[in-house]
């Protein structure tokens, strides 16, 4: 079973992450942030991914230090998850209606950290979620987890579909990147992940 579990504590946060990439959809998550738990379970769902999160931080301040963090953490469990690639599809894409938003998400398992992220919000904040701190998560799960990362919305509209959206498609491209390949191969012509 492909599972993983990470505990990082600095002077700002604690957070948690367990991750079984086997899953269900199941998750469990409590970051003190309403949305970015809504957020991240719609993501565990779409990828079929079991997660549970604990957090807790600074939030008196504001929310950035506990959505990057958490970034950070998932971003080290998918790392640790995915390191050799063998066996893994390794490229993950899908396109995610929302009402009448459309977003992309492509993933390439490379071993190299780039983001790519198009999306622009109206609003500041989704409920306590500061719209900016999207786009630092997947910055953080980006670095972290040395994956390339495309996400897109093609079609904007409602700030809370867009935000949906992005998880949710993340989700499905990521699924497809992780899942099992019958080779058992590195999907790598140089015979080594990166």
């Known amino acids: 079973m492909r599972r993983k579990e990470i505990l990082r504590k600095t002077n700002e946060t604690r957070i948690r992450v367990s991750m079984n990439l086997d899953g269900t959809g199941k998750s469990a998550i409590e970051t003190g ?5 809504h957020l991240l379970a719609l993501f565990a769902f779409h990828a079929g991914i079991d997660l549970e999160i604990e957090a807790a931080g600074d939030l008196q301040t504001d929310d950035h230090h506990i959505v990057e963090d958490i970034g950070i953490v998932m971003g080290q469990v998918l790392r640790a998850l995915a390191d050799d690639k063998k066996g893994l599809a390794r490229y993950g894409y899908f396109l995610l209606p929302m009402d009448e938003v459309l977003a992309r998400s492509v993933i390439d398992l490379s071993g190299r950290a780039y983001l790519v992220f198009a999306a622009e919000f ?6 306590a979620l500061a719209t900016e701190n ?3 998560f997947f910055k953080a799960l980006v670095r972290e987890a040395e994956l390339t990362l495309h996400l897109e919305i093609l079609r904007p509209g409602n700030d809370h579909h867009q935000a949906e959206a992005l998880f949710k498609c993340f989700g499905r491209a990521l699924q497809t990147a992780v899942a099992k390949e019958k080779n058992g191969r590195i999907p790598s012509t140089k015979g080594m992940p990166e």
């Not at 942030?33 to 738990?37: A, I, K, M, N, T």
């Not at 109206?122 to 409920?127: D, H, S, Y």
């Open 33 to 37: 942030v309403g949305f970015l738990d």
């Open 134 to 136: 999207i786009e630092e």
């Open 122 to 127: 109206r609003r500041e904040n989704i409920g």
